[in-house]
C-alpha cells in the first residue's frame, strides 16, 4: 500500500514536472508594459513554439534543447533572461537577425533584414508607415498601429530612452523594447539578447481587473 502511494506521488510530481517544463503561469510585477500587460496580470507562456529551452526552476541555464528561431516573429512578447541578472523578463521583440534599426526623438525606426526594398514591401502589405531616410526606406514606429505603444512625454531622459544609434543586429541576436517606452529597461540599455538567453513566448494575457478576461492569442507580424 506504501509502495503504491509512492508510486502515485513521483507519478504526480514527475507530471507536474514535466508540464511546468513546457507551459507556466507568470504574474506581472513591474509598468514597462504597460498598458499591454499592467502589474498583477497573468501571463500564460510555452516552452516550445520559440523552441525548447532548458526550464528555469530557480536556476538558469542558457541553453536549448531544441531549436526554433522562426518560431520568433516580430511584436512576439517573450520571456528571456536579463544579461546581467538571473532573472526572467517579459518584453516586445521590435527587430529580428538581419535587421536595421534607431530610436530618434523617441520614434522607433525599423528597416526589414537592412532591406530597404523589403522595408517597402513589408510596410505595404501592413500598412505600416515609412519614411525615405538617404534614399532608403524605413519603417517610423511600427508597432503603434497594432499595440498599446506608450510615451510619457515628461520623461526626457536618460538618452536611451529618447535616442539610439543605428545597428544591425548579428544572428541569432534579437532586439527587446517595453510598450511603455519611456519606462523600460530594455536593449536599449544592455543590448541585443541571444537567442539562447530567449526562454518562454507568452501566448496568452489574463486581465485580472476585467476577471481574469482572455486577450487570446499574442498578435504578431
Request: no cysteine; proline share 7%.
Given at each position: 500500500m506504501i509502495k503504491k502511494r509512492f508510486k502515485t506521488?513521483?507519478?504526480?510530481?514527475l507530471f507536474i514536472l514535466l508540464l511546468t517544463?513546457?507551459?507556466?503561469?507568470?504574474?506581472?510585477s513591474?509598468?514597462?508594459?504597460?498598458y499591454t500587460l499592467v502589474d498583477k496580470d497573468l501571463v500564460v507562456v510555452d516552452n516550445f513554439s520559440a523552441g525548447i529551452h532548458i526550464p528555469s526552476f530557480h536556476i538558469y541555464i542558457d541553453k536549448?534543447?531544441?531549436?526554433?528561431?522562426?518560431?520568433?516573429?516580430?511584436?512576439?512578447?517573450?520571456?528571456?533572461?536579463?544579461p546581467q541578472e538571473h532573472r526572467l523578463y517579459v518584453k516586445r521583440c521590435v527587430?529580428?537577425?538581419?535587421?536595421?534599426?534607431?530610436q530618434k526623438n523617441k520614434s522607433l525606426y525599423l528597416q526589414i533584414e537592412s532591406n530597404s526594398a523589403k522595408t517597402r514591401?513589408?510596410?505595404?502589405?501592413?500598412?505600416?508607415?515609412t519614411v525615405i531616410i538617404d534614399g532608403e526606406y524605413w519603417l517610423k514606429?511600427?508597432?503603434?498601429?497594432?499595440?498599446?505603444?506608450?510615451?510619457?512625454?515628461?520623461?526626457?531622459?536618460?538618452?536611451e530612452l529618447i535616442d539610439y544609434p543605428l545597428v544591425?543586429?548579428?544572428?541569432?541576436?534579437?532586439?527587446?523594447?517595453?510598450?511603455?517606452?519611456?519606462?523600460?529597461?530594455?536593449?536599449?540599455?544592455?543590448?541585443?539578447v541571444p537567442y539562447e538567453r530567449i526562454y518562454y513566448k507568452v501566448r496568452y494575457i489574463f486581465k485580472l481587473s476585467r476577471g481574469l478576461e482572455s486577450l487570446a492569442t499574442i498578435k504578431n507580424f
Open positions: 506521488l513521483l507519478t504526480t510530481i517544463s513546457f507551459v507556466r503561469i507568470y504574474r506581472v513591474e509598468i514597462s508594459m504597460n536549448h534543447i531544441y531549436s526554433n528561431e522562426k518560431g520568433i516573429h516580430r511584436g512576439d512578447i517573450l520571456a528571456f533572461r536579463h527587430a529580428l537577425p538581419g535587421d536595421s534599426l534607431f514591401d513589408y510596410a505595404s502589405r501592413y500598412s505600416i508607415p514606429n511600427p508597432y503603434e498601429p497594432f499595440y498599446n505603444i506608450v510615451h510619457d512625454d515628461r520623461v526626457y531622459g536618460p538618452k544591425k543586429l548579428s544572428p541569432h541576436m534579437y532586439f527587446f523594447m517595453g510598450d511603455f517606452r519611456d519606462n523600460s529597461t530594455d536593449s536599449r540599455f544592455f543590448g541585443p
